[in-house]
């Protein structure tokens, strides 16, 4: 118990420390944005955010009691990350003797995926505790299926199911894995009825807001997104991703890898786990990637971090039988290698510098100037850290160096503006050509670069 409360301590200590030290990203604004909206309005809202609505309606009601600073916010993911810890040691209890529980938990607290994610204000904490807790109340369920067992396992996963699209992959691996079980097993009504139950609670999804912009994301027609088709080399890339150095991917991956091996040439005793492992690890890759190939692309390593606890839990699983010294030095170069990347994510600036943006034009501006967002939908990160009242605002939705742009442009400007800001978000790097964009009526007075960001001012008259 000592051992597993320092872990959880460390684990605590990675994921709350300094949460405010970056601006919220376009993403995060977005979150905040929904879950500022009043309860009758937040359904509505997740029509313009493509999420379920569980994590905004828990956001909201944080902020109301903690208010909407950056640390503040933040802190519910860090929450949903520290609790995640204890839900994982109890499953890999089930799964592990309770040495390899406790190799897998501190692989896990020092993961520096896992860490990002519980630091960042959207809903993926929420989508790792979740499965994680779906798939512990699977396990009693399919161990001794009592009413109470399928209400956990009913509830955990609806939730679940509320919180991200991709969780329908995590839920489709656990019918797969019920499927192979119930093959030996008795009483299987008692043990198909909450995956039922569970379907009829998620039937809204049918007609739900969210609903609408995830169908217009997913075909090529419609599609916003600008997602490249994945290919077997991003999958590989993602697995490395989710081990979070290449220190720990070079120990992680390559244990996973024999586990699972050994689980599926071995003996009956450890193919179920295995199945349940590999299932979980592959399935919510392997759908989205499909659907990629003949739609638009939706695979995103980040959706894929439900498959985070499997990699770790297979990892520590081939660790656990190792002598005393080989895992005791695999473990601690894992750890040091997750750390070591740990202190370089808390030094580099890794979100887009919301707040450094606003807070050199907020300086700077004069009554009169006209800030130009290029993309335009970039304006909510500038606008929530933004405090000046004497910008005006244009959006551009093309690119300003293209004719589009530049027509867009011509079209919305004041013509009295004497001094412009330019806000260049998720473009490519064009000085060059934005200042020839620019050419005949403005010249450039001065430029920044900041992390997603460059920020121009231009001045009127020609040089």
């Known amino acids: 118990m000592a051992a597993f409360l320092a872990v959880l301590a460390l684990g605590a200590a990675l994921r709350f420390y300094r949460l405010e030290r970056e601006s919220f990203w376009i993403d995060e604004v977005l979150s905040l944005e929904v879950a500022r909206q009043p309860w009758p309005s937040l359904l509505a809202a997740t029509g313009h955010d493509g999420h379920p609505p569980l994590y905004a309606a828990a956001l909201r009601t944080w902020i109301l009691t903690f208010g909407d600073g950056d640390a503040a916010v933040r802190s519910l993911s860090a929450l949903f990350g520290v609790t995640a810890l204890p839900a994982f040691f109890l499953l890999a209890r089930r799964l592990l003797p309770t040495g390899g529980a406790l190799v897998g938990t501190l692989l896990f607290a020092c993961s520096s995926y896992h860490i990002y994610y519980s630091q960042e204000a959207r809903n993926y904490a929420l989508l790792v505790l979740l499965t994680l807790l779906s798939w512990l109340a699977l396990l009693a369920l399919d161990e001794e299926p009592r009413p109470a067992r399928g209400a956990a396992y009913v509830a955990a996963t609806v939730f679940l199911l509320y919180t991200h699209v991709f969780a329908f992959f995590v839920w489709g691996a656990q019918i797969l894995w019920m499927a192979f079980r119930l093959r030996t097993r008795d009483r299987r009504l008692a043990r198909a009825v909450p995956m039922v139950v569970t379907a009829i609670l998620v039937a809204p999804w049918i007609v739900a807001p969210w609903t609408a912009l995830l169908l217009r994301q997913s075909s090529v027609r419609t599609t916003g997104l600008h997602l490249v088709r994945p290919t077997l080399w991003t999958v590989l890339t993602s697995a490395y991703q989710l081990a979070g150095s290449p220190v720990t991917a070079a120990i992680l991956l390559p244990a ?4 699972a091996y050994r689980g599926l040439v071995g003996g009956e005793s450890g193919r179920s786990r295995t199945a349940l492992l590999l299932l979980w690890a592959v399935v919510p890759h392997l759908l989205p990637f499909a659907v990629s190939q ?22 520590a699983a081939f660790l656990a039988r190792l002598g005393a010294w080989p895992r005791a030095i695999l473990v601690s170069v894992a750890v040091v290698g997750a750390l070591a990347a740990q202190v370089l994510y808390f030094r580099v600036p890794t979100k887009e510098q919301w707040r450094e943006v606003a807070a050199t034009v907020d300086e700077r501006a004069i009554a009169g100037d006209v800030a130009v967002f290029d993309a335009g939908y ?11 009242a004497v ?21 919305a400007l004041p013509s009295s503006a004497p001094r412009l800001w330019l806000v260049r978000f998720q473009r490519p790097p064009a000085k060059e050509a934005v200042v020839e964009a620019l050419a005949g009526r403005y ?7 900041y992390t997603g960001i460059e920020l121009y001012l231009f001045v009127g008259g020609s040089p």
């Open 443 to 449: 010249r450039l007075a001065g430029s920044g670069s």
């Open 391 to 411: 910008l005006q605002k244009v959006s551009l939705g093309a690119d300003l160096t293209s004719p589009a742009g530049a027509a867009e442009l011509a079209g």
């Open 294 to 315: 003949v739609a638009a692309p939706i695979y995103i390593t980040r959706a894929t971090i439900v498959t985070l606890p499997a990699l770790y839990l297979l990892a």
């Open 378 to 388: 970039g304006r909510p990160g500038f606008d929530h850290y933004s405090r000046t």
């Open 256 to 259: 996973a890898a024999l586990e």
